[in-house]
């Protein structure tokens, strides 16, 4: 098992160019999430999918979409890239039973993006 | 929403000492508080988690307690010792509507051991 595996590990932008964040995990999970990780500011929430064909926003959905192409894979789309979106961000993904419990999240090795 | 306070942002110990990392929480239906451990340049990994039902877990030398009357739970590490220096993050679940897990995380606590 894999686990949680996310390409590219790291990607240099320059404003206004666009990409995508590729995320697959082969566990077998419900849920999957986006995060970024800003230096002191800890692991923030973009966006997240509780279940195949469904997509929620998070805390800090502006500037980004997101796609849940099967079960297996979940990509992260920044359409017009902006200095404030350098960060390192993790893809994760949980079980989630569906009963309202609350499952570990299993996270990827992170993509490290700077945008000039 | 939901907001997830954790104090300290960083903290030093000798090894072989407790180290105690403190959180609230702001959004009273929240259920799950899980801990993670990130060490440099790695992901963030599950240590440890408690459930409101419950008021204290231990495993090992990590024990976390829950106090949901005052909204806040700590993470508690004994016997310190080198390869427990890395960033701890607290996080709550804001209470599911759906199958989803929705975690918000403090802003993390960077130890180290002094050796």
């Known amino acids: 098992n894999a686990g949680v595996t996310q390409t590219p590990k790291f990607q240099v932008l320059k404003t206004g160019q666009s990409m995508t964040l590729q995320c697959a995990q082969d566990?077998?999970?419900?849920?999957m999430y986006w995060y970024r990780q800003d230096p002191g500011m800890g692991l923030r929430l973009i966006y997240y999918?509780?279940?195949?064909?469904?997509?929620d926003k998070g805390e800090v959905p502006n500037g980004y979409n997101v796609s849940r192409l099967n079960k297996r894979e979940f990509s992260l789309r920044l359409e017009s890239a902006a200095p404030s979106q350098t960060s390192v961000y993790f893809c994760?993904?949980?079980?989630?039973?569906?009963?309202?419990?609350?499952?570990?999240?299993?996270f990827g090795p992170g993509t490290r993006l700077t945008v000039l | 929403g939901e907001n997830v306070e954790q104090h300290p942002s960083t903290l030093s110990v000798q090894e072989g000492d407790s180290a105690v990392i403190k959180c609230t929480y702001s959004?009273?239906?929240?259920?799950?508080f899980p801990w993670y451990k990130q060490e440099l340049g790695k992901r963030p990994q599950l240590i440890i988690d408690?459930?409101?039902?419950?008021g204290e877990k231990k495993d090992q030398r990590i024990a976390v307690t829950l106090n949901k009357t005052a909204k806040h739970f700590s993470l508690h590490i004994t016997e310190t010792q080198p390869e427990d220096s890395a960033v701890y993050f607290c996080?709550?679940?804001?209470?599911?509507?759906?199958?989803?897990?929705?975690?918000?995380f403090g802003s993390g606590t960077r130890l180290s051991i002094r050796p």
């Open positions: 996080a709550a679940s804001i209470v599911p509507y759906s199958s989803a897990s929705k975690i918000i």
């Open positions: 999918s509780a279940s195949e064909g469904t997509t």
């Open positions: 408690i459930r409101s039902n419950v």
């Open positions: 994760a993904s949980s079980e989630a039973t569906g009963t309202g419990s609350t499952d570990t999240q299993y």
């Open positions: 566990m077998n999970h419900n849920s």
């Open positions: 959004d009273s239906a929240s259920n799950y």
